[in-house]
């Protein structure tokens, strides 16, 4: 049967914009072995691409937006979910201010930055373009990433966007970023997407590798769901088992195939 494995980025693969050289050649066998290998993420589009071609990486399709966005492997969009317009802008509007924040805005094409209070760049989106909030109008938004580095402050923000705009969004953890995203995206909801969709009719056995808190819901779209040593207890919990890297788990499998 042929097999698919769902990786995540950041803390999976992704760690200071870098994928180890274990990891690339196993995903490289992975492929070249007649499996899919597909990027699921909180990242844009652009975000993706900006850190997977320098890496070297590839892949037959991606999940984005944390699941609003599937492309294939060559970064085209296949089908995409979009905020209610002007709802970026008012979220946007809402969080200006806010102290030790970074706010971002993301069209399928641009990742733009909107208000910066903490004034320090993460490796988890480091290419953005600047934007003011009048000028949002003018644009499309998928989702609206945010950095926020305060526990309790992260927690007041994700009870007032969905307090307030709970129908229309989305809100996903990951390390110390928010995503809001349009309702109805999940990272599961997009691996089952692409299942339904472009490889509807194949019979695929499915794996998830993941490390957050936003992986939960690819992990129980999966056949098999593996966590990393340093996953949070919730999202361990929720795995068959744990893998010291993408590499340990695709030989692993691959090995299996050979017994």
């Not at 402050?153 to 009870?159: C, G, H, L």
Request: proline share 5%; aromatic share 6%.
């Amino acid at each position: 049967m042929r097999k698919l494995i769902a990786t995540d980025l950041d803390g999976t693969i992704l760690f200071n914009r870098r994928v180890g050289a274990e990891d690339l050649a196993a995903m490289d066998r992975w492929r070249a072995a007649g499996h899919l290998l597909v990027v699921d993420t909180g990242k844009s589009v652009f975000a993706t691409r900006d850190t997977m071609e320098p890496c070297g990486v590839t892949f037959d399709y991606a999940v984005t937006f944390t699941g609003a966005v599937i492309t294939d492997g060559d970064y085209q969009p296949l089908s995409a979910r979009y905020l209610p317009e002007g709802l970026a802008q008012e979220i946007v509007a809402r969080l200006v201010d806010v102290p030790q924040i970074t706010v971002f805005a993301t069209t399928i094409e641009t990742d733009y930055i909107l208000a910066d209070t903490l004034h320090e760049v993460s490796p988890i989106l480091q290419v953005f373009v600047p934007m003011n909030v009048e000028s949002m109008a003018a644009h499309r938004f998928i989702g609206v990433p945010m950095r926020v580095v305060d526990d309790a402050e992260r927690d007041r923000i994700v009870d007032d966007l969905l307090g307030r705009y709970g129908s229309q969004i989305e809100v996903y953890r990951n390390q110390e970023f928010l995503d809001v995203v349009p309702a109805g995206s999940s990272k599961g909801g997009g691996l089952a997407d692409l299942l339904a969709g472009p490889l509807a009719g194949q019979k695929i056995e499915t794996w998830s590798i993941g490390d957050s808190w936003n992986d939960l819901s690819m992990h129980e779209a999966a056949d098999h769901a593996v966590a990393l040593p340093w996953s949070p207890p919730e999202v361990t919990a929720a795995c068959e088992l744990t893998t010291p890297s993408i590499a340990a788990l695709i030989d692993s499998i691959l090995a299996e195939e050979d017994s």
